[in-house]
């Protein structure tokens, strides 16, 4: 489903922040991806969900390399892929319906077709009350599960989560780590990044650990 | 929570300065062709009167009196094509348009009236007016044909600087609307940056995100092309109740292809500039 091979990645001229990366996703697996705070794990992801491209190497999506895809064949692709952002990217001058509901709205899809979709997914995310408000008066751990609902609302194939954890406590962690288990159950392949110990410890799924830039190999099921 | 809000914040692709300018460039460019239309019809109107007719004069020469070139005259007026009909303005007619000048009784038996002759032309056919100028001096050396023909050549001149000015404004006024939207444009799309990204991100085609700006530029440039047009529209019709004939419904229908051209411009330039710059973008 997602395939990296020797892929590196260069900013400007500067020195490789990744560097002959390998791995493949299959259909319907569960990863997380660790290591410490810059070590690169958001600009993997970025390659996955386009938007950016490898300095070297190849990225398949979808059996597709990355780099070849048409630019017109790219919006399929990312409607493929649900993304919860690191820094959330929810529109401030939109309420936190139309911020969940905005993939649907891109499909041209009518909101007769998807309103009470979006309600249901807001009581499962815990914001059924605050369908009205504006981002800006969300706390952060709340801006994180309307990002998640955006991420999932239109049943992408995959989800990729950058830190989707980093603003709640434990708890509310847990009862997010729960949704991405259900929905991986439903069938989707899911990536999660985070530096969070305590929330791959003890898990079942295999975990991808990134150190300077380099995959290296973790112990257990991976 | 209305599904087809704007996806971009409102006014940040095109605010109410903006509007200002379309307003006021679509007010010239409605005067400026308002005013080729009125005077081209008001020029129009006088020169159909004023060609329907001609005046020929006939003064005694050094051996040959008015009268005796008369026959002559006529004769040839008979056999000029586009001649409807043609009558000399009696004597007494005369006399009475001399009188205010001379005093009643002053206009003596000696002295030389002219005579006048009122030719009125056939529209349908061609006249030849220099062709008859040399039949007639040919003729009648004491004969002259007033045909109106330099007060013409004048009008025409005139009407025809307007024309150029008008074009000149026109022209201008479209070169700087464009140029100001298509700086608006650009300056939209800088502050919709990240929303832009997200929106690619998230799935959405080129050609959602510029039909989003195009909303907002479209909604705003008939708004104030609207204004524009009513206001130019309103000064015409004050104009035109001072005068007679000049007021139809064609005119103001001509002006209205000022803002209907107008928006379609604005269209076309904001789809093309956003196109163009989303193809560059991730
Ligand atoms: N747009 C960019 N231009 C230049 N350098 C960048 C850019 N984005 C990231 N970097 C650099 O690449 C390295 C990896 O950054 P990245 O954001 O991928 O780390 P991360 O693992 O996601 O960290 P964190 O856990 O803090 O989110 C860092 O050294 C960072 O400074
Ligand atoms: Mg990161």
Known sequence: ?222 | MAGNSQILPRNSVAGPALGAVTATMCFLACLALGAVLSVNKAAHNWLTQATGAVTIQITDTENLTARDQLQAVERVLKRTRGIKTYEIIPEEKLIGLLEPWLGTGNVTADLPIPVMLDVSLNKEQRFNENGLRIELSAVAPGAKLDTHGRWRQNLERGVQTLRVLASLILILVTIATATVIIFATRAGLGTNKQTVEVLHLIGARDKFISRQFERQFLTLSLLSCAIGYVAAASIFHLLFTLMTDMEDMQFYLLLLSVPVLSILMTWLIIRNFVIRTLAKAL
């Open chain 1, 1 to 222: 489903m997602i395939r990296f091979e020797n892929v590196s990645l260069r900013y400007d001229n500067n020195t490789d922040v990744l560097q002959d990366i390998n791995f493949e996703l299959k259909p319907g697996s569960f990863h997380f991806l660790t290591g410490s705070s810059g070590a690169g794990k958001t600009s993997l992801l970025k390659l996955i969900f386009l938007a950016g491209k490898p300095s070297g190497g190849k990225v398949f999506l979808f059996n597709q390399d990355s780099a070849r895809l048409p630019r017109a064949a790219l919006p399929e692709i990312r409607r493929r892929i649900g993304v919860v952002f690191q820094e959330f990217r929810l529109l401030d001058h939109l309420t936190i319906y139309e911020n969940v509901s905005l993939p649907l709205r891109v499909c041209n899809i009518k909101e007769t077709q998807y309103r009470s979709n979006i309600l249901e997914l807001m009581n499962w995310v815990g914001l059924g009350d605050r369908i009205n408000a504006f981002p800006t008066t969300l706390s952060g751990g709340e801006q994180q599960r309307a990002a998640i609902a955006r991420a999932v609302v239109g049943r992408p194939n995959v989800i990729i989560a950058d830190e989707p954890t980093g603003n709640v406590d434990t708890e509310i962690g847990m009862r997010l780590m729960r949704l991405f288990a259900e929905l991986n159950k439903q069938g989707t392949t899911i990536l999660i990044a985070t530096h969070d110990k305590q929330l791959w410890e003890g898990s079942p799924y295999p975990r991808l650990h990134l150190e300077q830039g380099s995959l290296v190999p973790t112990y257990g099921e991976y």
